[in-house]
């Protein structure tokens, strides 16, 4: 019976949470982490990858934001971005 939607096995997991780094599965299941452990059954899910030699990380962050984007219209400037608590959001 197929549980899962992705299984990456035998991957290096980094948990920023306890700094470690392990090797494990994960298995995905609509988009979320439904389980991680070693030896997770490639029968219960879709899709298989093998992780071997990869590292498995939490989402990454780009950093990178222009802090204005302005445009001219109908002679003015216009700035429609600015920063709000860390990143960057359209102003009406």
């Not at 939490?58 to 204005?68: A, V, Y």
Request: with cysteine.
């Amino acid at each position: 019976m197929v549980k899962f939607d992705l299984l990456m096995k035998g991957g290096r997991v980094c948990d920023p949470l306890s700094g470690k780094i392990t090797e494990e599965d994960i298995a995905i299941k609509e988009g979320k982490i439904s389980l991680r452990g070693k030896g997770l059954e490639e029968s219960e899910a879709e899709t298989v990858f093998p992780a071997q030699g990869c590292v498995i990380a939490p989402g990454l962050i780009d950093m990178h934001c222009h802090i204005f984007r302005c445009f001219l219209i109908h002679g003015k400037i216009l700035c429609v971005q600015r920063m709000q608590k860390n990143r960057c959001s359209n102003v009406g």
